[in-house]
Nanobody, 123 residues
Framework: VQLVESGGGSVQPGGSLRLSCAASGYTYSSICMGWFRQAPGKEREAVATIDSAGYTQYVDSVQGRFTLSRDSSKKTLSLKMNGLKPEDTGTYFC???????????????????WGQGTQVTVS
């Protein structure tokens, strides 16, 4: 499984960004995917995840501001981020696991494959 992120950048507070993750090398309909982020000196945390049935979960701090979507035909996972705050700053990673569902989708250790990361800076 290969994951390639794009769309990071620098924005002012209140701004918007869209992150995209291009995925290949697996059966797209039988996979869990998610976006995680890591700020300097902090642990990697889940931002939003989606399973093979399309069920999504968000960390409380982004609920109502971020929207996760998946385009099965293009094999892409997108994260639309609105109302960005300085505390959203970090490196954002796309992750995947070739299982249709998982018990702990918000746990980074549940994922087998990771992209290289894309930087998001809000200041």
């Amino acid at each position: 499984v290969q994951l390639v992120e794009s769309g990071g950048g620098s924005v002012q507070p209140g701004g918007s960004l869209r992150l995209s993750c291009a995925a290949s090398g697996y059966t797209y309909s039988s996979i869990c995917m998610g976006w995680f982020r890591q700020a300097p000196g902090k642990e990697r945390e889940a931002v939003a995840t989606i399973d093979s049935a399309g069920y999504t979960q968000y960390v409380d701090s982004v609920q109502g501001r971020f929207t996760l979507s998946r385009d099965s035909s293009k094999k892409t996972l997108s994260l639309k981020m609105n109302g960005l705050k300085p505390e959203d700053t970090g490196t954002y990673f796309c992750a995947a696991a070739n299982v249709p569902y998982m018990l702990t989708p918000m746990d980074p250790s549940s994922y087998y494959y990771w992209g290289q990361g894309t930087q998001v800076t809000v200041s």
